[in-house]
C-alpha cells in the first residue's frame, strides 16, 4: 500500500488485507555465489552437500546445491514489504514443504495468498495468515509455507469481516522426496558424521554444544542479504521508544543460526524437506550467546527409497544458556522449530 | 609520495600535487558476484535491475548490470591512496557523469587530473579539485567525477603557486544516455512501483520513511570492498585523538545507504545518470541511523527515446531524526545530494 | 571424538591423539568468487596479482590466484574440529609451505598427522604437533604446515607415552618456486609499489603505518568463512568465566590483517611461498587496533629464475600502539612471523 499522499509503501495494516487475495512480490532475485559465501560466513552453516562441489558431484547430485534454510529466508525476506512490515509479532509457521533443491544462478521470486484472517478482541490488531510459494524462473513452486503474523489495524474503529482461521496440519503429512539419488559414494569421513539414519531413535536428545554471539552488523548483513526490509531490525533510533529498547535479530537469522549448530550431532542431515511448525518464543538481540539442542521425534523411513530416511526433528534455540540440560520451556527459549530432514541410509 | 626513508606511502599533501599532472591509480580491480552480493547486504540496495538476471534480461538488457553507486565507490576507493588520504575533508562532488553500464567480471582502474589548487589564508591546507575517471579493461571510461577534498600541507611556510579554480558546472549538462532500450516488458509488480516517468512532478517530495543504523563492522567492511585504505574510517586508536574521537564513515557508505532507502518510493528508477553535485555536510559515525528524503528538482524528456525520461532529484540524508518533515538543513543533514536518474516511461 | 552418550563431536583432549596418526579432516569446501570478495572485504587485502584478472593474466598466469594466506586460513580451519577445538593456546607454526597456486571452483580438503606429543609437567596438558596438509579435489597437496598446540587433558592421572618432540626447521630450506615466469608485463604502477626484489637490503625495515580497528562481527565473519568453529572465537557467554573474560580473535586474521597492512611497503610481494615460523604473542580483542612493520631478514636469489627473487621477512602485528619505533617486544606484540615472499626482479 501507497501512502496518500505518495510514491513510497508503507506497508499492509490489518484492514488492508482480503480472504484469498493472491499479492505478488517484488524484486525476485539471482542468487550467486556470493551469497551463499555470505550465508556461510554470517551463520557458519557448513553441510557438506552445499559447501563442496566435488562432494555433491559424487553424491549423485548434478551440483551442489543452495542451503535450504537460506532459501527459506530469500523468498521469506520478498514477502516482508507487502506482509509483515507492521507486524507486531511474527507467531508462527506451519506446512513449510521445500518442492525443489535450488542451485546458483537461478532468479527466484515469490507469492502469498492470504488464506486466514481473525481481529483481536482488543480491536487493535490482527491475525493475518498467509501461504507463500517460492517460484524459480520459470514459475515452477521451489517451496511453500504458512506463516501468521499479528498485525495493527490502521483505524481500530474499522469494521471487519468474520474471523477465518484456517485448519493447520500439525505436521507436512506428504513428505517432498528429491529426486535424486544418494549413492554410496557418501562419504562420511568428508560429511564429519559417522551417523546413518538408523543410528538415530525417536525420543534421543542431542546437545549441540557450541554457542554463537550474535554482532549487531551480522544480524543486518543477514537479514539485508534476504532483502527483508522490517523496521525492527534495521532501525535502532525507532526501536528506543519500543518495548525492547533496541533492534529485534530477525528470526530466520535464529533459525539459520540453529541450523548451522546442528551440523555438530546432525552432519548427514544435510537436506531439510518440512518445517513442520516453528516459534520465536523470545526475541534475540544482538549480544545475546546462542546455544541449540535437539530431540528426535520421530524416525520415518520412505516409500520406494533405499537410499535415504526422515527424521522429524524438534530443535530447540536458547539464549545466553547451553543446552546440555535439554530445557524446553523459559525466558531464555528464543526458538522451537519442528522440521524434517532427510538422511542417507547406511549400505 | 613514499616516505624519505623507504618503501611506504603516506599519501600526498597538498604541494605534492601539480595543476594538470595525471595520477594513474594503483590497484584495479575485478568486480564478482562476491562484490554485489556484499554490496546489497551491507547496504541494502535491491533495484529490480541490478539484483535479477531474469529482469534484466526481459527488459533489454543482455545481462545483470551492477549497481552504479557500487561503481562510484569503487573508482573513489581506488583514488584514495593518491588523492585523499590525508584529506581533512571531503568537500565536494561535481559534474560526475555515467558513461556507460558495467558488469560482473569486469576488470576496473581509476586516474585522477588535477584540475585545480587553492592554498588556503591560513597556509596550512589547500583544496585539490580532481577529475576522476573509471575505466574498464580495454581503456574505455565508465564513469567521470570531479571532487574537491581538503588537504593539509607538509610544510606551512612551502610556497605554493597562484590559485586556480575549475569552473564547475551546476549540472551535468548533457546527459549519458544507455543504449539499451527498455522494452514493454518493464513490470513494475518485479520493480516493487507502479510510478513511471510520468508520475513524477517537479517539486514533489518523497519520504522514503525506512531508517538504518550503522553498525562498526559494516561501514569498514564497505569500505575495504571499494579498496578506499582512508585512515579515518579505520583507525579508532589514531581517532581517539581527532576531534571527532572516533572513525568516521565513509561519505560513499553514506550514498549508497540513502540510494538504498529511495527504493522506497523511486523503486523504478534503477539508473543513475548522473552526480550533478553533493556535500557530506556532516558526519556520520557507527550508531548513527539514517532517514532519507529526496526532492524532484525537475522532470526531463529525452530526445529520441520514448522508453525512458529522466528525473534530476535532491536526496538529503539524515542522522538520528526521521525524515518525515523534509529537513533540508541543521545539524542531522549528513549528505545533500544532487543527482539524475532514468526511469522507464508509460507505453 | 563423539561424547559418550551422542553424536555430537566434543574435540579431542590430550589423550586422544596417537603419534603418527593421520586424521582425514571433514567438509570440503569449494572456494568462490563469494570468498574472495568477503576476504578483501574483511582484511583488506589487496594484492594486484589477486585482485586483478587483467593484471594476473598480463604477468604471465592463466587466471587470477587465490590469496595465499586465504588458503592458509581455509585449511586451518578444517582442521579445528579434529586438533584445537579444545586447545588453551595455539603455541607455534613452522615448515610452512605454499606448494601450488589456488583458484577459484576449486574444492580443498585438509588432514593432518600427528608428529609429536608432549606431556607438561602439571600432568594436565600437552603440547601436541600436527602437520597439516591441504589438498585440491584432485587430491595433490597444495599445502603442508607443522603447527603446535596446548590441549588439555580429558584426565588428569591419565598414563602417557613418552615425550616425542619433532626437530623443526628453523625455516623452510627449500623453497618452492612456482610454475608460472613473470613476464615483462609486470607493471608497477598497477600494483601500486615501484620497489623490485633488488631495492629490498637485509636488515631495512618498514612501517606500514596504517591502523585498523578489529569489530566484533567482522573477526567472526572471517572465522566463520574459513569453517573455524573454535569456541574460543564465537561463544562471548562462555568467555565471560576464562581469564579473557571476552573473545579472542583468530589468530589467522591476524595475520592476515597484517598481511594486508604489509601491502602500503610491500606492493610487489603477491606471492608467499612460506611460513618459516610464527607465533601468537598476545591475544587480540574487538575493539583494538593492529599496525604492523617488517624487518627483511634476508634477500635470496632463485637458481635458474631470473624473473623474480625472495625476501624472508618477519613481520611484527602490534595492538594499540603504531609501528613507527619497529618496537619488537612488550604486550602490545601479538604477533611474530617469520615468512618468506616471491617478488618480480628488474629487467
Redesign the interface.
Known amino acids: 500500500m ?1 501512502d496518500a499522499r ?5 506497508g499492509r495494516f490489518f484492514e488492508d488485507f482480503s480472504l484469498h487475495e493472491v499479492i ?1 512480490h ?5 542468487i ?7 550465508y ?5 552453516c ?1 553441510f ?1 552437500l552445499q ?5 555433491a558431484r559424487r553424491a549423485g547430485y548434478d551440483r ?1 546445491p543452495l542451503d535450504d534454510i537460506l532459501v527459506f529466508n530469500m523468498i521469506f525476506g520478498k514477502s516482508v ?1 507487502d506482509i509483515s512490515l507492521n507486524a507486531v509479532a511474527n507467531l508462527g509457521y506451519a506446512e513449510c514443504d521445500f518442492l525443489r533443491q535450488v542451485y546458483e ?1 537461478e ?1 527466484l ?1 515469490a507469492r502469498s495468498t492470504v488464506i486466514g484472517l481473525k481481529e483481536n478482541s482488543n480491536g487493535k490488531t490482527g491475525t493475518v495468515y498467509v501461504q507463500t510459494e517460492g517460484l524459480d ?1 520459470r514459475g515452477k513452486t521451489i517451496l511453500r509455507f504458512i506463516r501468521w503474523v499479528m498485525i495493527p489495524k490502521r483505524d481500530a474503529k474499522a469494521k471487519m469481516p468474520d474471523a477465518a482461521v484456517p485448519d493447520l496440519a500439525d505436521h507436512v503429512e506428504r513428505l517432498t522426496i528429491p529426486r535424486h539419488r544418494l549413492n554410496r559414494f557418501w562419504d562420511t ?7 546413518f539414519w538408523e ?2 531413535e525417536t525420543g ?1 536428545k ?8 550474535i ?4 544480524h ?3 537479514t ?2 534476504y ?1 527483508n ?1 522490517s ?1 525492527v531490525h ?5 526501536a528506543e521508544s519500543t518495548k525492547f529498547g533496541q ?1 529485534v535479530v530477525y528470526g530466520g537469522h535464529v533459525i539459520s543460526i540453529a541450523r548451522a549448530l546442528s551440523q ?4 548427514n542431515a544435510c537436506i531439510v524437506s518440512a518445517i513442520n511448525g516453528g516459534k520465536h518464543t523470545a526475541p534475540t538481540f544482538a ?1 545475546d ?1 546462542l546455544y541449540a539442542w535437539t530431540e528426535v521425534l520421530k524416525t520415518q523411513a520412505l516409500q520406494n527409497r533405499t537410499d535415504i530416511g526422515a527424521l522429524r526433528l524438534r530443535t530447540i534455540a536458547l539464549k ?1 544458556q ?1 543446552a546440555s540440560g535439554f530445557p524446553d520451556a523459559g525466558d531464555n527459549v528464543v526458538l522451537d522449530l519442528d522440521y524434517t530432514v532427510l538422511l542417507p541410509r547406511r549400505r
Not at 554482532?215 to 551480522?218: I, L, P, R, T
Not at 534495521?234 to 525507532?238: N, R, S, Y
Open positions: 501507497s505518495g510514491k513510497t509503501q508503507e505478488p517484488a524484486l525476485p532475485r539471482t550467486t555465489a556470493g551469497d551463499t559465501a555470505l556461510q560466513s554470517l551463520t557458519g557448513r557438506a559447501t563442496s562441489e566435488t562432494f551442489m514489504p544462478g532468479t521470486s524462473h569421513a568428508v560429511t564429519g558424521s559417522p551417523h543410528d538415530y534421543e542431542i546437545d549441540h554444544r557450541d554457542g554463537v554471539t554482532a549487531e552488523g551480522e543486518m548483513m543477514a539485508r542479504l532483502h526490509t523496521r534495521f532501525d535502532a533510533h525507532l533492534r555438530n550431532g546432525l552432519g549480544g550467546t545466553n547451553p
